[in-house]
């Protein structure tokens, strides 16, 4: 199957932490950029970051900065998204996607429209 498997979300107190996992299943992601979006009820599906090949850059929407980390590893062709200091405002489905045939994340990383392959996504709950 040609897309991302996502995992790793759950439910999760203010100020707690969780790491989402985006393993390419059937296909090799490791050389282009991959960006982790998430989707609140009733709003579109936004950027959260951008990681490109080998690290070489990473970006962050405004609002998580600070608090949440983009690492990936190659030989699993893996991508993690660590998520700290959660707020009730980071709830929401977390998806993964690559911007084929980019090697670099884009200056315009957080349009949707440039990815791919995205799988089901993983729910994060932040909830007292």
């Known amino acids: 199957q040609l897309q991302f498997v996502e995992s790793g979300g759950g439910l999760v107190q203010p100020g707690g932490s969780l790491r989402l996992s985006c393993e390419a299943s059937g296909f090799t992601a490791h050389y282009y950029a991959v960006a982790w979006f998430r989707q609140a009820p009733g709003k579109e599906r936004e950027g959260v970051s951008c990681i490109s090949l080998n690290s070489v850059t990473t970006n962050y929407t405004d609002s998580v900065k600070g608090r949440f980390t983009i690492s990936r590893d190659n030989a699993n062709d893996t991508v993690y998204l660590q998520m700290n200091s959660l707020e009730p405002e980071d709830t929401g489905i977390y998806y993964c996607?690559?911007?084929?045939?980019?090697?670099?994340?884009?200056?315009?990383?957080?349009?949707?429209?440039?990815?791919?392959?995205w799988g089901q996504g993983t729910q994060v709950t932040v909830s007292s």
């Open positions: 996607g690559v911007d084929l045939p980019f090697r670099v994340c884009s200056k315009a990383w957080y349009e949707r429209g440039r990815y791919d392959r």
